[in-house]
Structures are given as C-alpha cells and as structure tokens.
Nanobody, 121 residues
Framework: QVQLVESGGGLVQAGGSLRLSCAAS????????INWFRQVPGKEREFVGG????????SYADSVKGRFTISRDNAKFTMYLQMNSLKPEDTAVYYC??????????????WGKGTVVTVSS
C-alpha cells in the first residue's frame, strides 16, 4: 500500500500564494504519478494537475494553468503544488492521489485525506 499525506493548506487572501505538499510512504516504487484534485462540498471532485514520478510529464487543468506549478522532491518522495494568484474560487479541499497521470479520479489507487484551502476575497 501507499500512504499519502497532504499538508500546507490554510487561509489566504485573494492574490496570495500557498504551497501544498503531498508526502508518500509505503510501496512508493509502485507509484507512477501523483495527481492533485480538489473538491467543494456539494460539487464533483475536480482534477487540478499531476506529474509522473519520473518527471517526464506534467498536466494541469485549464483553470489553474499559469498559476499553479507542480514540483517534486524524489529524495523525500514528496510532491508540491505551488499555488499563486489564488482566487476565491480556488477554495476547496485539496487531495493528492496516486495512479495514472490525469484527471480520472476513479482511476486513482490511493488518496490522502486532504487539506483545506480557503481564499478570502
């Protein structure tokens, strides 16, 4: 199994920045990609972005392109989501998940418990 733990959420004003972390442990050698999703209560979970562990490919949702950046520290098996120019509509619970690269949440194998991001206007 793979354990994923998110951190770094919080309250920030619109236009501000946050960096989320996703630390993986366990059978990390089985992980192909780490993806970020977000969900607002009452709405479907939304793909934010993802990257392969190898770093060979990265994908972003159109809504965050140019504002969010995914990076990784393979030595720590930690993935980061740098979020800049935050907007109130970015408010959500952010999850990281392992699996294939991309936005199909039902294809993910393991999920973290999420971290809350609140952007005030």
């Amino acid at each position: 199994q793979v354990q994923l733990v998110e951190s770094g959420g919080g309250l920030v004003q619109a236009g501000g920045s946050l960096r989320l972390s996703c630390a993986a442990s366990g059978r990390t050698f089985t992980v192909y990609a780490i993806n970020w999703f977000r969900q607002v209560p009452g709405k479907e979970r939304e793909f934010v972005g993802g990257t392969t562990v190898s770093g060979g490919a990265t994908s972003y949702a159109d809504s965050v392109k140019g504002r969010f950046t995914i990076s990784r520290d393979n030595a720590k098996f930690t993935m980061y989501l740098q979020m800049n120019s935050l907007k109130p509509e970015d408010t959500a619970v952010y999850y990281c998940a392992s699996g294939p690269l991309g936005g199909v949440d039902r294809a993910m194998e393991y999920w973290g418990k999420g971290t809350v991001v609140t952007v005030s206007s």
